[in-house]
């Protein structure tokens, strides 16, 4: 299994206490699970039992970040108290006072105790995926791990076939051991473009909606500590769904921004001044993503509303013509290529920073769901018009 070595950066931009490094460690293993986990899943559970008995048995919990599973033993080594090692990637370029701040955000969100935790950095590829080097600093931890917890692990996989080599045959533990048997997504909320087209009249229509979907992680301003906390108490419906983002925002009475995907890394609340029934094509399963594109919940705000809160409209232009703008006009464009994805059907606005609800008339917002179940839940807590996409109940 030849690949390039991980490369740490200097153990001055190390942030934590290195004499953890010195002490014995021990590595909880899982192979990639579904990006949307359950707490009654069987590698939830037994991670969460391998982490506490490692802990116990005096061992320093060797992690990483990046992925669910990584993420998740390295938050219980902290909720139970416990010492932690963790590899965290940034890119290779990334100068030292950004990966000083990459390191500190980390350690705040899984609120990890500064002097239990050693936070080491390593280089991740710009050139191509951050998870180029995955496979690099999978076999770091288990070259450095003197104890190997394998839990739920996939064969044929990375570990599967690294585990079977005999220099770890003498660190492995398999009192955690469960069936590799990840969990699907659950299945998309199907709508019809002609029902929500006589629901809501093209004519009348003058919203701008930001959709909801599942989220494969924390909500934007939510930590992963809090993130985490809820999903191994949750059961078996995913705790960070389209309905539960559509209700956090009702609870916060806010649409937090985020930068993911956005210009300039700025937080940005991104919207659509689509119909409607014209956006039930686009609620479809990325599969690359591992994600939904859209799906039917959403909230709308008025255009003329939104734009008092500086809402504008997004301008789809090549790399070329963007160039000519300033970076904070570049806030508000897409870059498109001939032979790409056709952002305008999406017809996109966008918000610098949160939008704040507290700030519009009630006539000047409307939700949207997929059935009257959810319409009729909505109108106890929200003064807004909801609207169900769907005739029937489901």
């Known amino acids: 299994m ?23 460690l021990a590595a909880v293993l899982n192979s990639r699970q579904n990006r949307y986990p359950t707490g009654d899943e069987g590698w939830v559970r037994n991670t969460l039992s391998a982490v506490a008995h490692a802990c116990q048995d005096e061992k320093v919990l060797l992690s990483s970040f990046g992925m669910n599973t990584w993420e998740l033993a390295s938050w219980a080594a902290g909720e139970v108290l416990g010492p932690l090692v ?12 950004g990966i000083r701040r990459v390191l500190i955000e980390t350690s705040r969100s899984f609120r990890l105790m500064p002097q239990q935790t050693l936070l080491i950095p390593y280089a991740e590829p710009v050139k191509s ?21 394998p839990v739920s692990i996939r064969e044929g996989g990375f570990f599967n076939t690294a585990l079977q080599e005999t220099q770890y045959h003498a660190k492995l533990n398999n009192d955690f051991r469960t069936e590799y048997a990840p969990t699907k997504p659950e299945p998309m909320i199907q709508v019809a473009r002609d029902e929500v087209a006589k629901l809501i009249s093209k004519e009348s229509w003058d919203f701008v909606v930001h959709w909801t979907r599942r989220s494969p992680g924390p909500w934007p301003g939510e930590t992963a500590n809090d993130y985490f906390r809820e999903l191994v108490a949750s059961k078996k419906e995913y705790h960070r ?3 539960q983002s559509l209700m956090q925002i009702l609870e916060e009475n806010c649409i937090h921004g985020t930068a993911w995907r956005m210009p300039g890394g700025v937080e940005l609340v991104s919207l659509s001044a689509a119909h409607p029934a014209d956006m039930v094509a686009l609620m479809v ?17 008025r255009r003329e509303a939104l734009e008092r809160v500086d809402g504008r409209a997004v301008k789809y232009l ?27 059907v999406e017809q996109e606005w966008r ?21 009257s179940l959810e319409e009729e839940q909505l109108l106890k807590v929200s003064p807004f018009r909801v609207i169900a996409l769907r005739s029937g109940r489901e």
């Open 351 to 371: 918000v610098v920073g949160d939008i704040a609800l507290d700030g519009f008339a009630p006539e000047d917002v409307c939700l949207f769901v997929p059935d």
């Open 318 to 344: 090549s790399l070329d013509e963007a160039k000519h703008y300033t970076a904070k006009e570049r806030l508000f464009i897409q870059t498109v290529k001939p032979e790409g994805y056709d952002w305008s």
């Open 2 to 24: 030849d690949m390039q070595p991980l490369t740490l950066f200097p153990k001055s931009l190390w942030y934590g206490d290195e004499t953890l490094f010195a002490r014995p």
């Open 129 to 149: 995926s951050p998870k180029a080097a995955w496979h690099a600093r999978d076999r770091w931890i288990l070259d450095h791990a003197t104890r190997l917890y």
């Open 86 to 97: 963790a590899l965290v990637g940034v890119p290779e370029t990334m100068e030292d006072a």
């Open 241 to 243: 769904s389209a309905w």
């Open 285 to 301: 399963w990325r599969p690359r993503q591992v994600r939904p594109a859209y799906e039917p919940f959403g909230i709308g705000i």
